[in-house]
């Protein structure tokens, strides 16, 4: 027995090279690499009628963005549980589009909305800010992307928005280009609203990012161009990170060869969190996963522990050869004591999360009061976009501060 468990801590603790999401690339048109997007969701109104937000950033990945860049690597967790602070705790999915210009190494790449946002994030945390310098980027190609390329719900009541993040206007001068206007009035049709984050402050950018989100039925907001974030570090951080790695590694997955090798780049992008992010930004994704909203994130699909546990699943209905692999050759007996021994270590790390993930939100706020407020912050604001136009679809955010 006591080999088998090794075996087993093996298997759950070890991760092979780092495999992304996957993603799309453009040079001018689009070249899709990779898997094709999955499919939207079949909505059930009254069975599957959970609240939920699908939502896309359109970033500029060009030289002078680096500041803002590296904020959406440490902030994406915080929007992400500020957006799940609602009291319905929707279903989130996000997705990401990169955008440059022609004659960069790319002019978008595209990663579609899942509700796995570790890949989602492991891929972001690849981009680094570089080529561009010439004034106008392609704008116009990394909306049309964001509203075409997308797997966009189709129901009409998902929250539906789109980020636009830049600091320099679109390219209105190339031919073959499908300018904003006729996107924007696409998006209007999908129910997808539109947002425009000026980064900095020049000026021939104000009036078309004005433009577009008047046009995207969205709001605009200005930055100043590393993004006007709220970064503080906290005394939990650290302890918070460490307890949200031991807390991964209790995921056990099964399901069919196809299956498992999914789920094991999930895996893959999360041991790559652990590794390069930041102290700050694992703390984040912690209380990200410790809420209801987070939940998708952290089990992904096909987790052993979680559906065995909830009774959805009768663990004597599974075919051995759907087991995790040091599992296979167990008795029925030792499988069992492996999953009941994993969920109440789960449950425990669970709630020492939770208890230190309040004590850091109190501290946060704190320190943001004793500031003066964060009013102005790109936390505040997206916050502020949410709250007013999911509310429009009945989710209700309450009047006070974003997760920071």
């Not at 090279?17 to 094709?36: D, K, M, W």
């Not at 609203?193 to 900095?200: H, P, S």
């Not at 969190?273 to 102290?279: E, F, K």
Request: aromatic content about 8%.
């Amino acid at each position: 027995m006591k080999s088998k468990l090794i075996a087993l801590a093996l298997f759950a603790f070890t991760s092979a090279t780092v495999a992304f999401f996957p993603a799309y690339q453009s040079v001018g048109g689009i070249t899709p690499v990779g898997l094709p997007p999955a499919d939207p969701p079949i909505i059930i109104p009254g069975v599957n009628d959970q609240s939920r937000i699908d939502v896309v950033f359109v970033l500029d990945t060009t030289g002078s963005m680096g500041g803002l860049i590296q904020a959406a690597k440490e902030k994406i967790w915080s929007i992400a549980t500020t957006m799940a602070s609602a009291q319905s705790a929707p279903e989130i999915r996000m997705g990401l589009v990169a955008y440059r210009d022609r004659g960069d190494a790319y002019v978008t790449r595209v990663v579609d909305l899942s509700s796995d946002l570790d890949s989602m994030y492991a891929t972001l945390m690849d981009f680094q800010a570089n080529g561009g310098g010439d004034g106008p980027e392609s704008v116009n190609q990394a909306l049309h992307d964001a509203v075409h390329k997308i797997s966009w719900r189709q129901d009409t009541g998902t929250y539906k928005a789109v980020f636009l993040i830049g600091d320099a206007p679109p390219h209105m001068d190339y031919q073959d280009d499908i300018k904003y206007p006729v996107t924007l009035s696409a998006a209007k049709e999908k129910g997808i609203v539109v947002n425009a984050i000026q980064c900095g402050q020049m000026g021939n950018t104000t009036p078309a990012w004005q433009q577009i989100a008047r046009l995207g039925d969205g709001q605009y907001f200005q930055v100043e161009q590393a993004g006007s974030a709220v970064a503080i570090a906290t005394p939990f951080d650290e302890e918070i990170a460490t307890l949200s790695e031991k807390l991964d590694d209790t995921r056990l997955y099964y399901g069919t060869n196809e299956e498992k090798e999914k789920q094991q780049r999930k895996v893959e992008a999360a041991n790559k969190l652990h590794i390069a992010s930041s102290v700050e930004s694992r703390a984040r994704r912690a209380a990200f996963n410790a809420s209801k909203s987070g939940a998708a994130n952290f089990l992904g699909e096909g987790e052993l522990v979680d559906d065995v546990s909830s009774g959805r699943v009768d663990f004597s209905s599974i075919d051995k050869d759907k087991l995790p692999e040091p599992m296979q050759a167990m008795a029925p007996e030792e499988q069992e004591a492996i999953i009941s021994e994993t969920a109440g270590r789960r449950n425990e790390l669970q709630r020492q999360i939770s208890e230190l993930t309040e004590e850091r939100s109190a501290y946060l706020d704190k320190k943001v009061e004793e500031a003066g407020g964060a009013r102005d912050s790109l936390d505040d604001k997206i916050y502020r976009a949410v709250r007013e136009q999911a509310g429009r679809l009945g989710m209700s955010y309450e009047a006070g501060a974003p997760a920071y």
